[in-house]
Each structure stands twice: as structure tokens, then as C-alpha cells.
């Protein structure tokens, strides 16, 4: 059996390596940023002397990949559950407050669900199990209606990072079918207390560690050596590393690096939008109005606070047009929205730290969407991995984590796909179209 080059260190190439070092192989990461987490990771900033993350990441208890990941390395507790599920929201427009609770028969109940909405209007959400590929979250849950307001376009702008117009439809369905539309169970809120590196990376790159797999570092990989049907070689800052009949290679890169890196036409999706994240440092350690970790806004810029101590954070989804302003301008209209929300809107300007993901998501639209790559590619040794790959989700940290989990499993059952097909390695589940 041969080595396995893992291509990137983030929750996709980490995943993989898991399941990969728990399978008895030997695996080699190479990172080229100086840490592991790639675009969900913690850092110390020195303006607010806080460790901060890139951005505020919620998950959900439905993510199963997600959290099995986390327990195969010792850290099945690292994520706070809120419980029983609850998502809290404000209208800035209008200071209108209400929350979401989900569970056994909240429709029939008003005060658990959005104001204005009826029972039979939650079952619009089907038509997203059901829609084209080439229908985007629009075209499933037509604008119009205070559900759509309150409810369907701020979920679907944050979880796929897009305006609902834009975005494909099937991708937000499969979301919501292994969430919401599985009880409260499935979709109570998951945060990362400690910050992202702690809960989600920290303990991969340990149990990786303890178990003889190797993460290098400061290590890009800018070249993928093709001979036949094979990748021969790979170069690691120009230094060529030449692979042997067993060793494979799994790119986990971004998918605008992995374009620049396959050697041939394999569909990657151009980048998508933009998410800015404004950390504030207040006076004190501050709660939430509802005393919730976090809460939804509608009606301004802002559209999550969550607090964690005295650092207030500010998540903009979709945000081109926000991440184009400059840092203080941006500062300022995100503090007017949480100065707001918490009730003390003369309140000055604390330090803060705005953060602008430029690159947050590669492009969900149902274009892109429904012409994603497989796992397995056309060279033998050459197997993709990450956010932007076919594992029948969007661009989530769920989905990362199971398209590493594909892409093990690719290189595991090389040439036995038929048997994985038929359901003989039922740890992992297929999404409807095979990813692999
Ligand atoms: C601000 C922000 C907020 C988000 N919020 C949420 C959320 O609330 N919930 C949620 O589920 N998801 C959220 N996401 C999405 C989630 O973070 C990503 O989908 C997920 O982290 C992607 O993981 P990945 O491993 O596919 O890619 P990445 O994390 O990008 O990992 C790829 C790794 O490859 C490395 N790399 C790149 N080029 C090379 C090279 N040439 N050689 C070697 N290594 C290389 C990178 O440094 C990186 O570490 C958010 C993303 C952002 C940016």
C-alpha cells in the first residue's frame, strides 16, 4: 500500500486523512498556509487581544459527517448544542422579535413560528426535494409572503451564500432534508464556543498526529506532474516529489486552486461570494437580547450577531457589494445594525476587526451545481475532495467534512466499485447522484 498526498489541510483534507490513518494507510497533508482549517480557523488579533475566528460558523445537529468526524478524534463534545433548537430573530426595520422552535408540533403553534405564517406554508420546503437541477432557491420558494421574508431568504442566503435567486434550489432542499425537515433533533444550533480551531481542527491535527499521519505545513503544492493516466509527481515549492505505483493523491484545495492545479478539464466552479465578519470587543461581556448565543437579523445589513464573552461578531452573507467598502465604512454600518439589536443604538464604536472572506464559497448556482466532479477522476491516482466536489450538499463545513469522506472512500474501494455501490461499506451514505 502506497503513501497518500492529501492536498490541503482543510476539513475536507482533514476528514480524509481521518478516515484514511483509521484505515491503516499512511498519509502525508501538505498545507500551504501555516496552519490547518483553511477557511475555518482561529487567530489571535492583537487590536481586540482576542482569538478570533475567520468567521462566526454555525452547524447543526443534523450534520452527521460533521460530528462523527469529531468524534473518531476525541472531540464528540467540542461543539455547544443549543437545545432545545431555537433561532431568534429581530427586524431591524421594524423591531419586530419572534423565534423559531422547532419540534413535535410547533407549526400548529403561532408563538414558534415566524409572525404572519400559516402551518400549510412550511410545505413549500418540499418543492426544494423535488426541483429541477437547474432550478435555483427562487424558483422552488417564489418571493412574496412573510415566510419567504423571515424565514426562506435568510436561511437559504446563509447557507449557500447567495442570493435565493441565484442559487440552486436542489442543493438548499438537501440541506433541509437532513435538518429541518427532520425535527428538532436534527436541527438544533452547534457553535463553536472556543473558537473554530479548537473545536473543529485542533483535535484532527493531534489525533493525526498521535496516529502516525504527517502534516506539513507551509507547504503549497504548485504543480501536479501528469505521465499516462497517472499523476507521476508532485512539486512542493518547486520541490518534486516523485510519487510510486501505490501512492495517491487527493486534491482538497479550494476549488480556484484546483483549477489551477488539475491537469485537465475537470468542471471546478469559479468562486462565489464574499462573507464579511465584523468583530467588535465591548466593554464587558454582553448577552443577547433573548439570551441566546446568537440571533437572526432581517431588514438591515447585518445578518447574525453572536456574542462569545465580551466579543460581539457580525456575519454578512452574500456580501460583494459590502466587502468592496472600505474597513471603517464597513465597521460602522454593521456596529449601527448590532448597536441596535442590543438595544443601545448611540452606543460608540468599540475596537473591532472586520474581516472580508473574499473567496468564502465557490459559486452555487444550479449550473454549477448540477456539473460538480466526482470524487474518483479520469487519472487513476487522482482523487478531489472539498466543498465545491459532488457530495450532494453545498459548501458547508458538513459538506467538506463528507466529501473527505468520499474521496477515502475512493481511494479504499479502488477498483471495487460496484461492491461500494451496492451499500457494502455502509458507513458512508450516497447522496442521490453517485459522488464518487
Ligand atoms: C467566513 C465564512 C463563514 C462560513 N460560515 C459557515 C457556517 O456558518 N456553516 C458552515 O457549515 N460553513 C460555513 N462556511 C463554509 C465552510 O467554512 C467551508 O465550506 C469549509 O471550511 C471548506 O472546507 P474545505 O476543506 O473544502 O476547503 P478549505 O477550508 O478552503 O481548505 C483547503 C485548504 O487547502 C489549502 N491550500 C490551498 N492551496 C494549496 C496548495 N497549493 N497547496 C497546499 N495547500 C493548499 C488551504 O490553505 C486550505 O487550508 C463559511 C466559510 C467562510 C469563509
Redesign the pocket.
Known sequence: MGTVHI???????LSAAVRLTEAGRRVIL????PQ?????RSFYDATLDRVVD??????LSGNRSLLGYLERVGAGGALTELRPAAFPFLDLSSGERWCLRPGGMWLFDKARRVPESRPADYLAALRTLTARPEAAVADALPPGGALYDRLWRPLAVSVMNGAPERVSARLFGAVLRETLLRGEAACRPLFAEKGLSAALVDPAVAWLDRHGAELRTG????GLERAGDRIAALSVDGERIALGGGDVVIL???AW?AAR?LPEAVPVPAAGRA?V?AHFRLPAATALPDGLPFLGLVGGTADWLFRRGDVLSVTVSDADALAAQPTDAVAATLWRDAAQALGTPDAALPPFRIIK?RR??PDQSPVHAANRPCARTALKNLVLA??WTNMGLP??????VR?GEFAARAVLTAGITTFSRLGLFPAFTLPRRGPI
Open positions: 492536498v490541503g489541510a482543510g476539513l475536507a483534507g501538505h498545507e500551504s498556509a490547518a482549517g483553511g477557511r475555518c475567520n468567521g462566526s460558523h454555525l452547524a507547504a503549497r503544492v504548485d482538497a484545495a479550494p486552486i492545479l462573507i465578519n472572506e468564502a464559497t472539498g466543498d459548501a458547508t463545513l458538513e459538506g467538506a466529501s
